[in-house]
């Protein structure tokens, strides 16, 4: 594995909004409130965008702004 932090932190990143994306489907489902966790997934996301891109740049790479569905 890549030793390198960004890489580490785009990992817990990505496993942290699956896991918030889980939760959220389970407050959901139970019918509860999931305002607190939308937005901490949301917080989350912005996190990754900014450490993706500020990785890439950091390597040179290219990323354009193409944005996964």
């Known amino acids: 594995m890549d030793e390198d932090p960004d890489t580490y932190r785009i990992l817990r990143?990505?496993?942290e909004i699956l896991e918030l994306g889980s939760a959220i489907r389970q407050l959901?489902?139970?019918?509860l409130d999931d305002a607190a966790a939308?937005?901490?997934?949301?917080?989350k996301r912005a996190q990754l965008d900014h450490l993706v891109k500020t990785s890439a740049?950091?390597?040179?790479?290219n990323l354009g702004t193409r944005r996964p569905p």
Do not use: P, T, Y
């Open 13 to 15: 990143l990505r496993a």
């Open 28 to 31: 959901q489902r139970a019918g």
């Open 38 to 43: 939308q937005l901490l997934i949301g917080r």
């Open 57 to 61: 740049e950091g390597r040179g790479l």
